[in-house]
C-alpha cells in the first residue's frame, strides 16, 4: 500500500488491480470510525475492472502510522493531499459514517475536486453518547462490542457482528476516541444546502447509529440528490448488504455519464 506524508502524519490508499487508468472516473472510499480500506473490500473489487478505485486509510488507521485526528476538518486536509497527490482531476467520493463527514467538509471547501459524492450511513450532523467517548477511554473492549451490536442490523449473523468487533478492537483506543469526539463536534446543517454536486444518500433501513432520518435530511438539502434505503441493513451496509449498495452506486454513477471522467 502507498503512504504518503501529509502534515507531519501518514495517509495510505490502496488502488484495483488494475491502478490509476487514464480516461476513468475515479472512484475514492474513505472510511468510518476505527475502520480502515478492508471495509470496502466489496465495492472495491467490484468497481476495479471499470473504474479507477482508491480505498483509504485515514491516519492512524490501518497501515497508516502515526496518530489519528480529532476533527473532521483535519481530516478533510489530509484528503486534500490525497487527491492532489494522484493523477486524475475530479473525483467521485464516497464515505461511511465519519468518512461520510469528512468528505461533506471536503467538498464544502474544496468543490474543485469534486465530480460526485455517496454518502453512506451519515448525517450532517453525527453527536455521540457521552457514554461511547468515555466508555472508549475507561471500558475500550465493552465499549466496542456495545457498538457493534448496535452498528449491524439484527437480521446479520453473529459471525458478521464478531468480524465487525474484530476489525473495531484493532484501533487504538486513542484513535477511536479522536473519530468519535471529531464526529460529535461536526455540524454543518446549516451549510449542506450549499453542496452542488450531483449526490447519492444511502443508508440501512435498520441503521441505529445514523437512522435513516438523517439521510433523509441530506437529500432533502443537498439539491437533486438521491435517496436509497436499503432494507435489512444497519449502519454496516457495505458489508451487510454489499449487492444492492453496488447496485445503488453503479446506477447513479451511470447517471453521470458513464465511468468516463468529465
Not at 501529509?6 to 487514464?22: A, D, E, H, V
Not at 461520510?100 to 469534486?114: C, D, K, N, R, S
Request: hydrophobic share 40%.
Amino acid at each position: 500500500m502507498p503512504i504518503l506524508q501529509s502534515s507531519g502524519k501518514q495517509i495510505g490508499y490502496l488502488t484495483g488491480s488494475g491502478g490509476i487508468r487514464k480516461g476513468l472516473r475515479t472512484l475514492v472510499f474513505v472510511h468510518g470510525s476505527g475502520g480502515d480500506h478492508l471495509l470496502w473490500n466489496y465495492q472495491r473489487r467490484f468497481f476495479e475492472n471499470s473504474h479507477n478505485v482508491v480505498a483509504v486509510d485515514l491516519p492512524g488507521h490501518g497501515e497508516a502510522g502515526s496518530d489519528g485526528e480529532d476533527s473532521i476538518g483535519a481530516y478533510a486536509g489530509h484528503l486534500l493531499n490525497l487527491v492532489r497527490a494522484l493523477p486524475g482531476d475530479v473525483y467521485c467520493l464516497i464515505g461511511h459514517s465519519l468518512g461520510g463527514a469528512i468528505i461533506q467538509e471536503f467538498t464544502l471547501l474544496h468543490p474543485q475536486y469534486v465530480e460526485a459524492l455517496v454518502l453512506v450511513g451519515t448525517g450532517a450532523r453525527l453527536r455521540v453518547l457521552p457514554e461511547i467517548l468515555e466508555g472508549i477511554q475507561q471500558k475500550f473492549e465493552e465499549t466496542v462490542r456495545s457498538i457493534c451490536d448496535y452498528a449491524f442490523s439484527k437480521k446479520a449473523s453473529r459471525d458478521m457482528i464478531e468480524k465487525g468487533i474484530e476489525t473495531m478492537l484493532q484501533a487504538r483506543p486513542g484513535v477511536l476516541y479522536g473519530d468519535f469526539a471529531a464526529c460529535d463536534r461536526f455540524d454543518i446543517m446549516d451549510q449542506v444546502g450549499t453542496i452542488r454536486v450531483p449526490t447519492l444518500v444511502v443508508c440501512g433501513g435498520d441503521d441505529m447509529l445514523t437512522p435513516p432520518k438523517y439521510s433523509q435530511f441530506l437529500a432533502e438539502k443537498i439539491t437533486g440528490a438521491r435517496l436509497e434505503i436499503i432494507d435489512g441493513a444497519g449502519h454496516m451496509v457495505m458489508i451487510e448488504k454489499p449487492g444492492e449498495l453496488n447496485s445503488s452506486v453503479i446506477e447513479f454513477l451511470q447517471s453521470l455519464g458513464g465511468n468516463m471522467r468529465k
